[in-house]
């Protein structure tokens, strides 16, 4: 899963580590939707015209047999390999020709895993938008699970948060924002009459980012319709991850599009902080990101000072404040205090390209250096909370 404590929630149970114990059968007597978008039974959602149904063979060859190499990361889920397939035939092609994929396949057994893979087939069959990752198909063989997607070149938000590898240098402040009013319009489009469907599982690892970092937002295996005839929630099993589902949620099952937003929020101060929600690497008093960082949130003189130091000089004061107010505002403990979806992407369209110019000097600076000291432009460097 790449997350060190990006656990999966399971109603009433403690938190685990990831992997595969950590995801189990929520789908029960006490879920109460009904669905406009759902189909009523499993051939029709295999049905849906978009879909391409995969032989498993021809996923296990433009793997390379799913070779330890080609694997592009691991969830709850199982793991995704990059393959290559006949953008025509759809058949298996030589490595590096045709069209490039992200193969999912589930690697667990029993119920819980069928019903997210055929969950996210139901909601991705459906649900096209420039800011939702692109389903091309699925395969159901014997007893093997997988998912056929769009290949996402720059991997997910989580990697370039949090990783500290060579290859992933740090988003820059122009291109945090850019991601998270792309996500913002994923969850918009989600919540939107046409589709009212809650996501319940945004994280920063489920934010997929192309070429040009436009945000998708993948993984509808706990996607759950919104609540119908004029009912304020949904009654829910407990799932999700920790650290990004709403309190309310955690502690009566309510689900609402407000639980989302909370979620927003949190990825938002992950996004400008550069620290994880949980991080039990982090000394005490630092391991909950939101903990930790309501004390500044609630002062504007302070809240600069949670920045994440690798974009000092990138922003202007008062861009990052309007962010962190953003972010503030969708973390409300009350959801009714939180904006919607459409007023999130609102204020985050007036942040676009807020950031301060720099010179291909000054850039490599920050980089290398990770300050902006020497800089005579207008930048943010504000004394940081201690490590
Ligand atoms: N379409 C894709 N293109 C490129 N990389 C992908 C794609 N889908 C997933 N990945 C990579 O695989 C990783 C694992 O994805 P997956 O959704 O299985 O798990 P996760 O989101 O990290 O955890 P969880 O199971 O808790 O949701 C992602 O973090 C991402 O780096
Ligand atoms: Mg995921």
């Not at 056929?148 to 992933?168: C, D, I, K, Q």
């Not at 599009?257 to 550069?274: M, N, R, W």
């Not at 922003?315 to 007023?343: D, F, H, N, Q, W």
């Not at 000054?362 to 005579?376: K, L, P, V």
Request: overall charge positive; some cysteine; hydrophobic content about 35%.
């Amino acid at each position: 899963m790449g997350s060190c404590c990006s656990a999966r929630i399971r109603a009433h149970h403690s938190p685990q580590r990831d992997g595969q114990s950590s995801r189990h059968v929520s789908f029960d007597g006490r879920e109460t939707s009904s669905a406009p978008l759902t189909p009523r039974n499993v051939g029709e959602i295999l049905d849906t015209g978009s879909l391409k149904s995969f032989g498993y063979n021809d996923l296990r060859i433009c793997t390379r047999n799913f070779r330890p190499d080609s694997v592009l990361g691991e969830g709850g889920f199982g793991s995704v390999f990059k393959g290559w397939i006949d953008e025509h035939t759809f058949k298996a092609a030589k490595a590096g020709t045709g069209t490039v994929i992200a193969v999912k396949r589930l690697n667990q057994e029993g119920l819980q895993g069928h019903k997210e893979w055929l969950t996210e087939i139901n909601y991705l069959g459906q649900l096209h938008h420039p800011n939702l990752v692109k389903l091309i198909g699925y395969c159901l063989e014997d007893e093997h699970r997988l998912l056929v997607y769009e290949f996402m070149p720059r991997g997910s938000l989580e990697n370039h948060l949090f990783r500290r590898a060579s290859y992933f240098q740090p988003l820059d402040w122009n291109l945090r924002m850019k991601v998270a009013l792309g996500a913002a319009k994923g969850l918009a489009f989600l919540h939107s009459p046409e589709a009212k469907v809650i996501y319940r599982d945004f994280k920063a690892s489920n934010i997929l980012l192309d070429s040009n970092y436009n945000a998708k937002l993948s993984d509808f295996g706990l996607a759950k319709d919104g609540p119908l005839d004029g009912r304020s929630h949904v009654s829910t099993r407990i799932m999700g991850t920790y650290g990004y589902a709403a309190p309310e949620y955690m502690a009566t099952g309510h689900l609402t599009a407000k639980s989302d937003v909370y979620s927003f929020g949190v990825v938002l101060l992950e996004i400008l902080t550069g620290r994880r929600v949980l991080d039990t690497n982090r000394p005490q008093g630092e391991q909950n990101l939101i903990e930790w960082a309501r004390p500044y949130l609630a002062s504007k003189r302070r809240v600069l000072r949670i920045i994440d130091a690798r974009i000092q000089g990138q922003y202007t004061p008062s861009g990052a404040l309007r962010a962190a107010i953003l972010a503030v505002k969708c973390i409300a403990i009350e959801p009714k205090y939180r904006p919607t979806m459409v007023e999130v992407v609102k204020a985050l369209e007036q942040l676009q390209d807020t950031g301060v110019v720099q010179t291909e000097e000054e850039a490599q600076r920050h980089i290398h250096f990770g300050n902006a000291q020497n800089s005579t432009r207008k930048t943010s460097s504000y004394p940081r909370p201690s490590a």
